[in-house]
């Protein structure tokens, strides 16, 4: 499985954007998409999750509220609607995906097998 993410840029405080995470290859229904983001000199922390198979929906408390995860009906595209975007959601995000993902252990990173290559977005005061 190969993740290809796209949709980043650069958007004023109170903006949107809306994040894509094309796979390629056989996504299952065990499968668990995931949205990561990292801030500069910041680790690594989760944003967002989905089960493919249900669709079960899963976020951090910095962004419950004012993002979406969704994802395509093909089953091989994860979506992140950014809203009410504020300037430290300014971070590289990163989608991922992974199997048999328990629920305790999705906000994990080390849960997840595949990982896209990362897309800037940045929040403008």
């Known amino acids: 499985v190969q993740l290809q993410a796209s949709g980043g840029g650069l958007v004023q405080a109170g903006g949107s954007l809306r994040l894509s995470c094309a796979a390629s290859?056989?996504?299952?229904?065990?499968?668990?998409s995931g949205w990561f983001r990292q801030a500069p000199g910041k680790a690594r922390e989760f944003v967002a999750a989905?089960?493919?198979?249900?669709?079960?929906?899963y976020y951090a408390d910095s962004v419950r509220g004012r993002f979406t995860i969704s994802r395509g009906n093909a089953k091989n595209t994860a979506y992140l609607q950014m809203t009410s975007l504020k300037p430290e959601d300014t971070a590289v995000y990163y989608c991922?995906?992974?199997?048999?993902?328990?629920?305790?252990?999705?906000?994990?990173?080390?849960?997840?097998?595949?990982w896209g290559q990362g897309t800037l977005v940045t929040v403008s005061s």
């Open positions: 991922a995906a992974g199997a048999g993902i328990i629920t305790t252990a999705l906000m994990s990173d080390n849960q997840y097998d595949y």
């Open positions: 290859g056989r996504i299952f229904g065990s499968y668990t």
């Open positions: 989905i089960r493919w198979s249900g669709g079960s929906t």
